[in-house]
T-cell receptor
Framework: NAGVTQTPKFQVLKTGQSMTLQCAQD?????MSWYRQDPGMGLRLIHY???????DQGEVPNGYNVSRSTTEDFPLRLLSAAPSQTSVYFC???????????FGPGTRLTVL | AQSVSQHNHHVILSEAASLELGCNYS??????LFWYVQYPGQHLQLLLK??????LVKGIKGFEAEFIKSKFSFNLRKPSVQWSDTAEYFC????????????FGTGTLLAVQP
């Protein structure tokens, strides 16, 4: 199993550009989540999904959209990038009720 | 709002020293507790977790943590650290069955000097 994979690993955007961060898992996990990691702030939940077709907002959802059309994929869209979105983004997946979250390798995003 | 506090932001130890990292959370209901580690340049890996049962939890690489419900704490310990334990350590909490909604502490950066 590849586990949780994320692409790209690095990305530089200009303010106002849009892009999609890809996340896929091959463990048949129902739950998937997106976090951002900023220095001194730990990881903060952006959006999460409890299954295909079901998504909800986390702590810091503004400026991001998600969709979950399949169990395997959970892309994160930045609609109009801002410098405040410069961060490292982690995708995670887990089984419901008692499963640990498995994290992907992260995407380092810089918005100029 | 639920929060997780890690009071030690930066810890420096010599090899063979004992380690204890503090973690306190604010939620009063049923919680699941986790410690994750992030080695330099790598993604998060689970060290250990507590869902129920014995409050003393043993994890990988000689780490353990004790859940003290009355103190809302889940401190991480290791009797003797190694240089390879240099990493950032995150405490995280989820409520009940919502294991996909983790609330993380701000992290503790551990540097072990040889």
């Amino acid at each position: 199993n590849a586990g949780v994979t994320q692409t790209p690993k690095f990305q530089v955007l200009k303010t106002g550009q849009s892009m999609t961060l890809q996340c896929a898992q091959d463990m048949n996990h129902e739950y998937m989540s997106w976090y951002r990691q900023d220095p001194g702030m730990g990881l903060r939940l952006i959006h999460y999904s409890v299954g295909a077709g079901i998504t909800d907002q986390g702590e810091v959802p503004n400026g991001y959209n998600v969709s979950r059309s399949t169990t395997e994929d959970f892309p994160l869209r930045l609609l109009s990038a801002a410098p405040s979105q410069t961060s490292v983004y982690f995708c995670a997946s887990s089984y419901p009720k008692g499963g640990e979250q498995f994290f992907g390798p992260g995407t380092r995003l810089t918005v100029l | 709002a639920q929060s997780v506090s890690q009071h030690n932001h930066h810890v420096i130890l010599s090899e063979a020293a004992s380690l204890e990292l503090g973690c306190n959370y604010s939620y009063g209901g049923t919680v699941n507790l986790f410690w994750y580690v992030q080695y330099p340049g790598q993604h998060l890996q689970l060290l250990l977790k507590y869902f129920s049962g014995d409050p003393l939890v043993k994890g990988i690489k000689g780490f353990e943590a004790e859940f003290i419900k009355s103190k809302f704490s889940f401190n991480l310990r290791k009797p003797s650290v190694q240089w390879s334990d240099t990493a950032e350590y995150f405490c995280a909490v989820s409520r009940g069955g919502a294991t996909n909604k983790l609330i993380f502490g701000t992290g503790t950066l551990l540097a072990v000097q040889p």
